[in-house]
């Protein structure tokens, strides 16, 4: 089993900016596989990075957030700047371990009416994230 704990959510102001970090215990064994994402509103992609750092955004937070990890340490970061109302809401952190299946999921809308659909096998508790106008 693998655990996943966000934290770094905050109330701030439009425009800002904020960093969301999420780190992994547990059986870590296969962690380097896995792939990370960061959804909100549970079901709403936000940023997805696959184990070979490759990276997608939803159009919405695409030049305003990066999604980073850090294998080394298991920690998926989400930097978040140039901040809206629209981008209040609780976040969740997510792995997917190709070993495993899951059908639990999130929904990232890359824009020209691309969806993609993850499956994820890991899910943490969320961080509460609100930009006051």
């Known amino acids: 089993q693998v655990q996943l704990m966000e934290s770094g959510g905050i109330s701030v102001q439009v425009g800002g900016s904020l960093t969301l970090s999420c780190a992994a215990s547990g059986d870590?064994?296969?962690y380097i596989n896995f792939k990370m994402g960061w959804s909100r509103k549970e079901r709403e992609g936000v940023a997805v990075i696959d184990?070979?750092?490759d990276s997608r955004y939803a159009q919405a937070v695409k030049g305003r957030f990066t999604i980073?990890?850090?294998?080394a340490n298991h920690i998926v970061y989400l930097q978040m700047t140039d901040l809206k109302p629209e981008d209040s809401g609780i976040y969740y952190c997510s792995a997917d371990d190709p070993?495993?299946?899951s059908s639990r999921t999130f929904r990232i809308d890359l824009g020209s009416s691309v969806l993609i659909d993850y499956a994820m096998d890991y899910?943490?508790?969320?961080t509460q994230v609100t930009v006051a106008s």
């Not at 980073?68 to 294998?71: E, H, I, L, P, Q």
């Not at 899910?123 to 969320?126: A, E, L, P, R, S």
Request: proline fraction near 0%; charged fraction near 25%; aromatic fraction near 12%.
């Open 28 to 30: 870590l064994s296969n």
């Open 99 to 101: 070993a495993m299946s």
């Open 51 to 53: 184990s070979d750092f």
């Open 123 to 126: 899910w943490g508790k969320g």
């Open 68 to 71: 980073s990890r850090d294998n």
